[in-house]
């Protein structure tokens, strides 16, 4: 079995030639809304994170992968397994697709593709994602990809004018069968 590759995309570790890719993602304010990033990060900043990495999710308890389509080594997207616990066997997922090849399958097969490598390699038993009630395209993603609700946090996540809440998904190694 091949981990972390399909016959469109592979999934790789994140490189230090990745940070003008990461730059771009990361200070996209337009998404700042979906996750806790409230303030650009430097290059700098992003070249520490990737020289910190130590290339063991059991240290890290985190493990970000680019997405690249298989003919080239140019990123297309993101996808983070985070918040890992060795002990309880969980983590969280997000995914994130650069502008230009969304609506293209890239996130629904970055999340298979990594949740394939989570439970059949990493032995993890529950993936998470958590997803604001608002945002319909990721909801619809993360339903597609087999995950369910299994809770709502009230007014979670803060918007200019008003709260939204938070949709908790969970994928089990069961519902990938």
Not at 17 to 38: C, K, Q, R
Not at 50 to 74: H, P
Not at 133 to 143: E, M, R, T, Y
Request: with cysteine; hydrophobic share 45%; net charge negative.
């Amino acid at each position: 079995m091949t981990y972390l590759k399909n016959d469109i995309i592979r999934l790789r570790a994140l490189e230090p030639a990745d940070v003008p890719f990461l730059y771009a993602m990361e200070n996209d304010s337009s998404v700042w809304n979906a996750g806790s990033n409230i303030q650009p990060f430097s290059s700098k900043t992003l070249r520490d994170f990737i020289d910190a990495q130590q290339g063991d999710v059991y240290a890290d308890k985190q493990l970000r992968l680019v997405a690249c389509l298989n003919d080239s080594e140019t990123p297309v997207g993101l996808v983070d397994l985070y918040d890992f616990s060795p002990r309880h066997l969980h983590a969280w997922v997000a995914v994130m697709t650069d502008f230009k090849h969304r609506e293209k399958g890239i996130a629904s097969m970055a999340l298979a593709l990594l949740a394939d490598y989570a439970f059949n390699f990493l032995h993890i038993r529950v993936l998470m994602a958590m997803v604001a009630a608002d945002n319909q395209a990721s909801i619809q993603l993360f339903k597609s990809a087999g995950y369910v609700q299994c809770g709502v946090f009230p007014n979670y996540y803060l918007r200019t004018s008003s709260a939204v809440d938070a949709i908790c998904f969970q994928l089990l190694p069961s519902a990938t069968k």
